[in-house]
């Protein structure tokens, strides 16, 4: 059997490269070009070595872990003793979770089960089980690029999740809990009070309100003529807004006793704000059926 060792180590190189470029994406670390082509240079020499007599030691795992270390420290430096073991731990996960969307790749495609006359065989030859140039050269590229993805897209869920908070709106007995979205982009205040609005999914949360008060909630130009009386009616509000592409509108808006907000960090109680009346979905997925004004952080009364 032919083995074309050039070919072997150019592709380690483009390969170790790669490995090292998307561990320095999720590390957030910009890394010079040549210090990631010299990491990877050296990374691509363990292959070599391998076919070199006399130096077997190489396979040993204590020898592996220390190539490993000089590969990061080529590539990533050496500052300080965690964000090197940060470096190089991702580095193995990296190399593992390509490596492996690499097999499953492979196993997903390969037909090795087959049917004969109605008798269930296996296909398999007694040299292990090989992997072909083509699959390599199309199968670790788009593994890489859907790692990329599949984690950006992580990444990006877990800073949604970090804006979610827990809010608790009081009005009288009754006690709406929900999801919030911390929205730096809504800036809606009463223009008499100065009060922040934040808004509130009726869809989700209408059980709290009575249906007279709905209705008049709905009806944000009419919501003070006649009808039945509603306990919660002398703390309706019309908050005007605009949005984009549209002119002047009106959203109804509840004045609540107090609005209890809790995130990772801390418990904050609001007393100052409004809450808009929302008829239509927030959130299609139901992520969040409430969302915050950031002023409203900005309070600093804690909660016993």
């Not at 002047?248 to 809790?262: G, M, N, R, W």
Request: net charge neutral; hydrophobic share 50%.
């Amino acid at each position: 059997m032919a083995v074309y060792l050039d070919v072997i180590w150019l592709l380690n190189v483009c390969f170790d490269y790669m490995l090292l470029m998307l561990t320095s994406l999720l590390l957030k670390r910009h890394v010079r070009k040549r210090r990631l082509a010299a990491g990877a240079l050296f990374a691509s020499l363990y292959v070599i070595f391998l076919f070199i007599p006399g130096l077997e030691f190489m396979v040993h795992p204590i020898v592996k872990l220390f190539y490993s270390f000089i590969i990061v420290s080529i590539t990533f430096g050496f500052t300080r003793f965690r964000s090197f073991i940060q470096s190089w731990l991702l580095f193995y996960f990296v190399t593992f979770m390509i490596g492996g969307g690499m097999l499953g790749a492979h196993y997903f495609l390969k037909q090795e089960v087959g049917v004969y006359n109605g008798a269930i065989a296996t296909q398999g030859s007694g040299f292990g089980d090989p992997v072909s140039w083509v699959f390599v050269l199309v199968g670790f590229p788009s593994v890489w690029f859907f790692s990329k993805k599949r984690l950006g897209d992580i990444e990006a869920k877990k800073i949604h999740y970090d804006q979610i908070a827990s809010v608790k709106i009081m009005i009288d007995d009754v006690i709406v809990t929900a999801p919030a979205l911390i929205d730096s982009g809504n800036q809606l205040k009463d223009p008499l009070s100065g009060a922040p609005v934040m808004i509130l999914d009726m869809t989700i949360h209408a059980n709290h309100f009575s249906e007279n008060f709905l209705k008049k909630a709905k009806n944000v130009t009419d919501f003070q003529s006649e009808g039945e009386v509603d306990r919660w009616e002398h703390r309706l509000r019309i908050v005007p807004f605009r949005a984009v592409g549209q002119d002047h509108q009106f959203l109804c808006a509840i004045k609540p006793d107090a609005v209890e907000i809790s995130t990772n960090e801390e418990t904050i109680v609001v007393k100052k704000v409004l809450v808009g009346l929302s008829f239509q979905s927030l959130s299609g997925e139901k992520e969040y059926s409430c969302i915050l004004h950031p002023k409203m952080l900005a309070e600093k009364a804690n909660a016993s």
